[in-house]
């Protein structure tokens, strides 16, 4: 009794000295490193995180309790960071409460809308490379076949094809960071967080500050970003429908231009329907139709090359001229030029609406992964090495791998680009120059995607019709789940009524009328802002919402105490902590200049672009 109440006055006097002494640190601080001096001294990426590098962020790593100074992270309650990399405090408890013990310990997305459902690396794969190969792709593919050439030489356009598709990866990598910094995974939580964002730390009840809700104004900007993001997926799920329309629509006997049109639109909305009523973007109706869209496309790819190497445009008919004369499609397509060539380009590799719902599943993947395993190590028997009759059950906690997810996503956001770049190179050079050189019709007008051009007769006409209408019909229902559908829900309105709506329903019958009876010019007008809307969101919004943040907003700073004797194991933590906050420098000085120099020049020019393209300039 008198050893246990002996322990009890010697760990309360030592706990009092490290209070004492985290006190006085708190006291006169002083910085390793000026986040004035340097470009930003954030930690944007998950391998900041790693467990090595956290040990030199605790108190509890700077050496025993009874040290008479600790590295520590001090916040001043009235001089808070601007913004949070984790979620609050208060949200951790919830979240660890919900899923039990054995659970990762790294806060995965939060799931805003809906339940987000995990996927491995070999189905995120597919996902993130079949939109390089839909409505972009089969622009520029038409383009060739309509004209016969390219505006560059076939080295520029391959050299100028790699460039612009890594662009993508870049963007992603951009999108990523910031969604981890603010604790938000949508475009528009990123974008509130950046622009009016509260703190969490601000949202806990320990402060009488800290007790206010977020601003109206967040709220506003929030909802115009979401209603935003919304239309832009509506839009390009409108120019894909209507374009699968025009495609097949003189395929069909002749009989009145506006029903063949209505008949068609009803058909192919029936097509594509049923694979609407999922609300997962991992969802099997959803990935089986990602793979039939991909087989598609190798066929196409296969149709093509096949096509110029047996003759190209020698058996060309006077049918297929007259019937490509009858086309109408919506005129997103190239008219001619490097400018539109390579703007088109930038818009066959922007994939950036898919970027932060498939890295949530992807995280929420490795999340279920680590806590499989750790209930399988700790229910693992260990043998007892004093009885080996008996096996006793492993007590100590089992190390878990801290890989960052952000990496891993970043290399298969890679390894999808480079997949497309081969993908959408093989059609465009593989027997580039082997289609005979006949005179284009002058009565033919340019059209839009869908108008195949002098090298290919009626048979192939008709079945890169059939294949490229399958592909963008099938480009419908990843947008629809994991763009247009999450964001429709209305849960501030109080009307029960307005609740009860299927609103998703009622913007499909939208879509469907208006590919069935719009005229051409608003048909024009709806794919062109789509193309605007897909530039701004893919390349000049990141760069601009990195900016922002990094230049306008206050970061965080890791302080050293300025008391307290110097011994040898503090002068260790200060040199290993200079050395991270040097490779923290240096990697954010590379993402600043990669933002600053590329991503943002690039971003803008093409969204002017867009912009004298939506209003007719061009």
Known sequence: MCKASFRMVQSGFQMSLVGTSRTEDRVSPIPVMSPRNSISTRASSLD???????????????????????????????????????????????????????????????????????LDALRVLPLLLAPNLKLGAEILLNYSLQRGSLPLSVPGAAISLTLLAFLNPLAAQIYLMLGQYVGKWTIEGVVGEAFVGVPHQQRNARHPRHQRNDSPWKKAVVRTSRAAVAAVGAMLCAACLRESTDLL???????????????????????????????????????????????????????????RFQGGNERASERGVNERRGLGPIKVHLTGGIWEWLNMSLFAFNTQL?????????????????????????????????????????????????????????????????????????????GYGRESQQPQDPTLKRSGLGRIGHSLDDHFITAIRVLQAGCLLLAIPPLWVSVVRPRLYTPTISMRWVQDIKWHWVLFLSLLSLSAFSPPSLAHFVSRSAGLGVSGLGYFLPALVHCTLHSFRKPLAIILPLTGPDSTEDLLLRRKERSLQRKRWMRRAGWDLAVWFVLAPIGLVSWAWWIGRVVGLW
């Open 249 to 307: 629509v003189p395929l069909v006997p002749k009989s009145s231009y506006t029903f063949e049109r209505i008949g068609v639109t009803v058909l192919l909305g029936a097509l594509v329907s049923p694979l609407l009523h999922t609300t997962s973007i991992a969802s099997k109706r959803v990935r089986y139709s990602n793979a039939v869209t991909l087989l598609l496309y190798f066929i196409v790819v296969i149709v093509v090359i096949t096509h």
């Open 354 to 430: 898919f970027t932060l719902p498939l890295f949530a599943s992807f995280t929420q993947s490795k999340v279920a992964s680590a806590a499989r395993q750790n209930q399988s190590r700790r229910a693992a028997p260990v043998a007892d090495p004093i009885s080996t009759t008996t096996p006793r059950k492993s007590t100590r906690k089992p190390k878990m791998k801290k890989s960052p997810p952000i990496h891993q996503f970043l290399t298969l956001s890679c390894a999808a680009s480079a997949a497309s770049i081969v993908l959408l190179a093989l059609p465009l050079f593989v």
């Open 48 to 118: 900041d995180l790693d467990n090595e590098n956290d040990a030199f962020l605790t108190p509890e790593a700077s050496g025993s309790p009874s040290s008479p100074s600790h590295l520590v992270l001090v916040q001043d309650p009235d001089d808070l960071p601007e913004l949070e990399l984790w979620e609050s405090d208060d949200e951790e408890e919830r979240r660890a409460d919900a899923n039990g013990p054995g659970q990762s310990s790294r806060p995965s997305p939060n799931p805003q809308y809906h339940h987000i459902e995990p």
